[in-house]
C-alpha cells in the first residue's frame, strides 16, 4: 500500500459524459501528478500540481482538468468523454517537487467510456 | 525531450532462472531513473532508483539495476526469479527541475513458467 488513494476504483460511463477522479496524496506530500495508461498512448504524464499550485502540463486534452484543494487532494476533470478516454488513470504524489522525490503511485480509476 | 525504450515487449523466463529485463533511455544531461512493477490490478511499485554514486542499484524484492552511461542503459536485473515476480515492468527517466514529470517505457511483461 503506497499510500495513496483514488477513488473510484471503476467507472462506467457514456459518451459526451463527464466525471470526475478524485485522489488523496500520501500524508505530508505536496506534489500530486496525474497520468493516464492506455493499451495504444502507455503510460503518459498529464499534470502536476504543488501545494495547491499547477506545476508542470503533459499530454492533457483541453477537456480535462484538474485541481488541487488546500487539504492537497486533488480532482481530475473529464468533460465530453469520448471513446477514446478510457483508460486507467493514476495519481501519484510525492513529497516536495524535486527530481529525486519519489513518486508514489495509487491503485489507480478505471474508466470506461462506452 | 527524454525518452525510453523498452525494446522487450514480453519475456519468459523459468523459475529460479536468472533475469535481465533491457532500458535505454534518451536524455541530455544526466538522467534519473527509475524501474516501477505493476502487478495484475494494482497501481505502480518503485523497485529502484538511481540518481548518482554508484552505478550499481540495489532494490526491494532482490532486483537490482546497472546504470551504463556509455551505453545509455539501465537494465534490470535479478539472480533467481520466484512466480510472484510475474508482472508488467515499466523503467521511467525524470525530467528538469520545474517539471518533474516521469517519461516511461513501454513496458515489458515478465511470464513465469514453473
Known amino acids: 500500500d503506497s499510500g495513496v488513494t483514488q477513488t473510484p476504483k471503476h467507472l462506467i460511463t457514456a459518451t459526451g459524459q463527464r466525471v470526475t477522479l478524485r485522489c488523496s496524496p500520501r500524508s505530508g506530500d505536496l506534489s500530486v501528478y496525474w497520468y493516464q495508461q492506455s493499451l495504444d498512448q502507455g503510460l503518459q504524464f498529464l499534470i502536476q500540481y504543488y501545494n495547491g499550485e499547477e506545476r508542470a502540463k503533459g499530454n492533457i486534452l483541453e477537456r480535462f482538468s484538474a485541481q488541487q484543494f488546500p487539504d492537497l487532494h486533488s480532482e481530475l476533470n473529464l468533460s465530453s468523454l469520448e471513446l477514446g478516454d478510457s483508460a486507467l488513470y493514476f495519481c501519484?504524489?510525492?513529497?516536495?517537487?524535486?527530481?529525486?522525490?519519489?513518486?508514489?503511485f495509487g491503485p489507480g480509476t478505471r474508466l470506461t467510456v462506452l | 525531450a527524454q525518452s525510453v525504450t523498452q525494446p522487450d515487449i514480453h519475456i519468459t523466463v523459468s523459475e529460479g532462472a536468472s533475469l535481465e529485463l533491457r532500458c535505454n533511455y534518451s536524455?541530455?544531461?544526466?538522467?534519473?531513473l527509475f524501474w516501477y512493477v505493476q502487478s495484475p490490478g494494482q497501481g505502480l511499485q518503485l523497485l529502484l532508483k538511481y540518481f548518482s554514486g554508484d552505478t550499481l542499484v540495489q532494490g526491494i524484492k532482490g532486483f537490482e539495476a546497472e546504470f551504463k552511461r556509455s551505453q545509455s542503459s539501465f537494465n534490470l536485473r535479478k539472480p533467481s526469479v520466484h512466480w510472484s515476480d510475474a508482472a508488467e515492468y515499466f523503467c521511467a527517466v525524470g525530467a528538469d527541475f520545474g517539471n518533474e514529470k516521469l517519461t516511461f517505457g513501454t513496458g515489458t511483461r515478465l511470464t513465469i513458467i514453473p
Open positions: 501519484a504524489s510525492s513529497a516536495l517537487a524535486g527530481r529525486t522525490d519519489t513518486q508514489y
Open positions: 536524455y541530455g544531461a544526466t538522467p534519473y
